[in-house]
């Protein structure tokens, strides 16, 4: 195709205009481009152009946090739904728990100890339990069920201690 502008040359660029909402195409050589003030060597390139776009936003970017010791970041955890190793739930910990509590409604596990599990273990599990009550009858203003759980608790709490006082 032959440039639109000087009819001699075969056209190597094509410019597209837009005013006031109508469309234009031309087809020009570089020597009529050129004389026109359009240098389509200095044109940014797709790339280009992105890789400026998001240097732009470089700052606000922050380094993606990684387990310490196997170097997993959370996208990887989250995209696969697999730790990379036991220190990743503790580094991630913050990320994690609102996760936890969508999908179980609690953070902590509610469920039966082990029978292998120490005493301390199982007078914590059942300390805990007694505070739950302890608040739910707070909230219905049942003080004196109140003070009975919060007795039972001191108790359990002395005896875990090894205090007698």
Same mark, same amino acid.
């Given at each position: ?23 234009s195409?031309s087809?020009?050589c570089g ?11 200095a ?8 890789s400026?776009?998001f ?5 606000m970017?922050?380094p993606v946090?990684?387990?310490p010791l ?13 730790? =990379?190793? @036991? &220190? ?5 910990? %913050? +990320?994690l728990?609102?996760?936890? !509590?969508? #999908? ?5 596990h509610?469920?039966?100890?082990? =029978?292998? @599990? &120490? ?5 914590a %599990? +059942?300390?805990e339990h007694?505070k !739950?009550? #302890?608040a739910?009858a ?24 090894g205090?007698?006082?």
């Open positions: 195709m032959l440039c639109q502008n000087c009819h001699k040359n075969e056209a190597t660029a094509t410019v597209t205009q837009s005013l006031n909402g109508e469309m195409v087809h020009l020597e009529c481009a050129a004389k026109l003030g359009l240098n389509f060597g044109f940014p390139t797709l790339n280009s152009m992105l400026d776009f240097s732009d936003f470089a700052p970017t922050r946090p990684r387990c196997c170097g997993a970041s959370y996208e990887e955890f989250a995209r696969t739904g697999k730790a =990379g190793c @036991a &220190s990743c739930y503790t580094t991630f910990y %913050d +990320q728990l609102p996760s936890l !509590q969508r #999908l179980h409604g609690k953070t902590r509610n469920g039966k100890l082990p =029978g292998s @599990a &120490s005493v301390k273990a199982r007078v %599990d +059942q300390a007694l !739950q009550q #302890l739910e707070v909230s219905k203003q049942e003080f004196e069920e109140a003070a009975k759980l919060r007795d039972q608790i001191t108790a359990l709490e002395k005896e875990d201690t205090d007698d006082k």
